[in-house]
C-alpha cells in the first residue's frame, strides 16, 4: 500500500493549486483519505478527508469555501482544489488513509502516510 502526493508549488496569495493523492495497493471504494499538512514551526494538522463509500467530505474551518476534496476512483486517486490561497496555507501537504473511516483528524487513526509536497504560497 502506497500512498503518493503531488502537485505542490509556489504560487501567489489568491492563486489556486491542485494537490493530487495517488494510491495503490487497494482500491479507494470502500475507504477513507485525509489531507493534512504542517507548516514550518507547527504541528501536523488535518486539512480535509472524504469517505469514498458515501463521498461525505469533512473541511478544517480554515479552509472551509477555499479548499474542495475530491476523488477519482477510475484513478484511484483524491485530490485537493485549492484555491484563494493565503500566506498562511505555506506547508508540506500529506495525504494518508483513515483505516476505520473515522472522518476525524486523529493522527493515530491514519496509515500509510506519503511523501508530502510543498505548497507555497508568497508574492
Known amino acids: 500500500v502506497q500512498l503518493q502526493a503531488f502537485g505542490g508549488g509556489l504560487v501567489q496569495p489568491g492563486g489556486s493549486l491542485r494537490l493530487s493523492c495517488v494510491v495503490s495497493?487497494?482500491?479507494?471504494?470502500?475507504?477513507?483519505i485525509g489531507w493534512f499538512r504542517r507548516a514550518p514551526g507547527k504541528e501536523r494538522e488535518g486539512v480535509s478527508c472524504?469517505?469514498?463509500?458515501?463521498?461525505?467530505?469533512y473541511y478544517t474551518d480554515s479552509v472551509k469555501g477555499r479548499f474542495s476534496i475530491s476523488s477519482d476512483k477510475a484513478k484511484n486517486t483524491v485530490y485537493l482544489q485549492m484555491n484563494s490561497l493565503k500566506p498562511e496555507d505555506t506547508a508540506v501537504y500529506y495525504c494518508?488513509?483513515?483505516?476505520?473511516?473515522?472522518?476525524?483528524?486523529?493522527?493515530?487513526?491514519?496509515?500509510?502516510w506519503g511523501q508530502g509536497t510543498l505548497v507555497t504560497v508568497s508574492s
Open positions: 494518508a488513509v483513515d483505516l476505520r473511516a473515522t472522518m476525524t483528524f486523529k493522527l493515530y487513526e491514519y496509515a500509510c
Open positions: 472524504i469517505k469514498n463509500s458515501d463521498g461525505s467530505t
Open positions: 495497493g487497494f482500491t479507494l471504494d470502500y475507504h477513507a
